[in-house]
């Protein structure tokens, strides 16, 4: 398993620690791995549609 450090806005950071104090996760760690998940979940088809453009452009137009 890989580590990374994130600094956050106090704001977000306050409610990451009440999230926590009312048992809604474990720690820190486990509710931004559950942000990331979804966020890279609803985002996986966009994604996706970019990488094959670029693809594309490259096979096309080659990189500058």
């Not at 977000?12 to 009440?18: D, I, L, N």
């Not at 979940?41 to 096979?59: S, T």
């Amino acid at each position: 398993m890989k580590s990374i450090c994130a600094q956050l806005p106090d704001q977000v950071y306050q409610e990451v620690k009440s999230l926590i104090d009312k048992g809604w996760f474990k720690n820190e760690d486990d509710i931004i791995l559950e942000a990331l998940r979804r966020f890279l979940d609803i985002h996986k088809i966009e994604l996706m549609e970019n990488f094959v453009r670029e693809d594309v452009e490259w096979g096309l137009h080659g990189k500058e």
